[in-house]
């Protein structure tokens, strides 16, 4: 039998629809000065009923997002035992025999689609504790021949990998998928009007075929040559990243500025959202894209979580945004490191992550990409 996740639902299976009071949600924005922590946000007062964000939302957005970088959301809409149904059939994939897992392995994906096996994936060069199975739009790959010099994202563009005998595998992630593109849609427009943009500002770059990326993920204590790395130290490539995570716990974040570690508690079906490196660059660094890693759970414990990078075109090019005079004097400016430059154009950004994560799947493919 496979391993069976937490039950989290609300007693009626309702998940992600808890009360902000359940979650203790703050009424109004901590003071700057407050002491840091990963803040709860109720997505269900975000709007007023004239349509309009509500000024007391907005305020305390912003602040989670210039002082943290993270955050987690409750009440954003999950159907009725969705999120139960998908934690289900997630456990129920990787307690499968591994030859079977393996026939869907993403280094036989020229995309980097499919499943990777546990310690496959490398974080700042050393391999993580997990295995998992990753999954974007499907669409037909583009032809090589049509890819010219600094457009090499479109190798990104291409199938998933499913296991055939198993359709509500892919029926329940893709229905994910879809809520999961609906909120992070919402929390950009929440984000530009907290920051004084119109709503619509980035509406362009998320215009046409969107190249979210999403990922199935199993992490599993004991593995020596990980230690104690579920994912190590990294930040996020794209806008917005949406992770529902299991009640196990692990994630850690180090906000700009501090050198201790935040854990980030599990709420029974939250959301945990944080920021990527696209709304960084556009900021120039108001909003961060915080470091955070992800410690492997004990030998014999089982984590699962479901990230969702929320993400627009491949081909969009992220300009620099204006900021208010009060915010831009806050700005920190885009993170500088040479190792890992932040890029604005979304698709080579998005590539650079692969390109190191699935070394092995760059050097059978894409072999010129490598030293990138």
């Known amino acids: 039998m496979p391993p069976q996740p937490a039950n989290f639902g609300t007693g009626n299976g309702i998940l992600g629809v808890l009360p902000a009071s ?222 529902l995570q299991d009640e196990v716990g692990g994630l850690e974040v180090r906000p700009h500025g501090q050198d201790a570690w935040l854990p980030v508690e599990p709420i029974p079906g939250a959301l945990v959202v944080n920021l990527g490196e696209m709304l960084e660059v556009a900021t120039d660094g108001y909003l961060m894209a915080t470091i955070h890693r992800v410690q492997s759970p004990p030998e014999g414990v089982d984590r699962y979580s479901v990230p969702f990078f929320y993400s627009p075109r491949l081909d969009a090019v992220i300009e620099q945004v204006e900021l208010s005079a009060e915010l831009a004097a806050d700005a920190r400016g885009a993170s500088d490191d040479p190792v890992n430059p932040m890029l604005a154009s979304f698709g080579s950004n998005m590539l650079k992550g692969f390109v190191r994560a699935h070394p092995k799947v760059t050097e059978r493919f894409h072999p010129e990409l490598l030293d990138r």
């Open 22 to 243: 359940s979650v203790h949600a703050p009424a109004t924005a901590p003071a700057d000065d407050a002491p840091l922590e990963v803040p709860v946000l109720d997505l269900s007062g975000m709007r007023r009923p004239d349509g309009s964000f509500d000024p007391d939302f907005l305020a305390r957005l912003r602040h989670a997002a210039h002082h943290v970088g993270f955050f987690q959301i409750v009440d954003y809409g999950a159907a009725p035992g969705q999120v139960d149904d998908l934690f289900r059939v997630t456990a129920e994939f990787f307690a499968r025999p591994e030859a079977e897992k393996l026939a869907l392995h993403n280094q036989d994906s020229p995309h980097w689609r499919g499943y990777s096996a546990v310690a496959a994936e490398r974080t700042q060069g050393r391999p993580d504790s997990r295995e998992q199975l990753d999954f974007s739009p499907d669409r037909a790959p583009v032809p090589a021949e049509r890819i010219g010099e600094g457009e090499e994202y479109w190798h990104l563009q291409g199938p998933n990998r499913w296991p055939a005998d198993m359709p509500e595998l892919e029926r329940s992630a893709m229905a994910w998928t879809a809520l999961m593109d609906r909120v992070g849609e919402d929390l950009l427009k929440a984000l530009c009007v907290a920051i004084g943009l119109e709503e619509d500002h980035f509406a362009e770059a998320f215009d046409g075929d969107r190249a979210w990326m999403a990922k199935l993920a199993h992490y599993v204590g004991g593995v020596a040559e990980a230690g104690t790395q579920g994912v190590g130290l990294h930040a996020d490539y794209g806008f917005i990243t949406l992770l």
